[in-house]
């Protein structure tokens, strides 16, 4: 009669207890894409390397899309393709880089506004999100482009932040790295909300380059690059598996820049 009704205490203690099952480490595939779309740089523009995107997304289904030298219209259609391919949350994000000149938005050639953009795929039953953004303190007056990074937060789950940094000074695109890595993404951490990040984008800067990307890469951070300009960097906790190009079949003058990681498991310590 004791064991018994020890038994049923615990069947009561037990009732009014939720147990949450960890989930296990999934896969994380981050895909750069620099389409040079502004319609002003003629040596790389075609019109034709959203398209190719689209192919790119369909055919590697990518969690996340980093997005470079894009028109605000573009997301809008990557977007769809990610949707098509996704089932849960697609969250779409875009900032501007700003006109030095007049303090508004740069723009394409089209009119749209110019910057980067992120596509973030966010498994159920997760969804909540949050998107941060700035321009950078250091800028080439000489250059109207002022540069901009763009962050989206998968809440309990990872921020996946891209950039295109300066192209006129090696020396300013480190500064401005630095900024980013050093200060805005820290302050995120900072502020309570700490998940594993990527970092992925064209950086103007290269491993082995004077001065060289490894300069302003955390030394707690992972990092890879194409063999050219397209950087990756992602925390510790984002055991990197692979990395390969994909090619964009000359509608931009990058190739895509695939990444697989292991994204750790909710429950997971090192989460």
Do not use: K
């Amino acid at each position: 009669m004791v064991a018994a009704a020890a038994l049923v205490s615990v069947a009561v203690l037990l009732a009014g207890c939720s147990v949450v099952a960890p989930v296990a480490p999934a896969p994380l595939r981050v895909l750069q894409l620099n389409l040079c779309n502004s319609g002003m740089a003629t040596g790389c523009y075609t019109g034709r390397a959203v398209a190719r995107a689209a192919e790119v997304i369909r055919a590697e289904t990518p969690d996340v899309v980093t997005l470079n030298e894009i028109c605000s219209g573009d997301v809008d259609t990557l977007e769809r393709v990610m949707t098509d391919v996704h089932a849960g949350t697609v969250v779409a994000a875009f900032q501007p880089a700003r006109n030095g000149r007049t303090g508004e938005p740069y723009r394409c050639v089209n009119g749209q506004q110019y910057g980067v953009g992120v596509l973030t795929h966010i498994a159920a039953p997760a969804g909540e999100h949050e998107v941060h953004a700035g321009i950078y303190p250091a800028q080439d007056p000489a250059d109207p482009e002022q540069r901009a990074w763009l962050c989206v937060e998968a809440r309990t789950l990872f921020f996946a932040c891209t950039t295109h940094l300066a192209y006129t000074s090696s020396t300013l695109a480190l500064a401005q790295c630095s900024h980013l890595v050093g200060t805005a993404i820290p302050q995120l951490h900072a502020d309570g909300r700490y998940q594993p990040t990527v970092v992925s984008g064209d950086l103007n800067l290269r491993q082995g380059g004077t001065p060289d990307v490894r300069s302003c890469v955390p030394a707690d951070y992972r990092h890879r690059h194409d063999g050219g300009v397209q950087q990756f960097m992602a925390t510790a906790d984002l055991p990197i598996e692979s990395t390969r190009s994909v090619s964009m079949e000359r509608t931009t003058d990058h190739a895509a820049f695939l990444v697989t990681l292991t994204l750790p498991g909710q429950g997971d310590p090192a989460h």
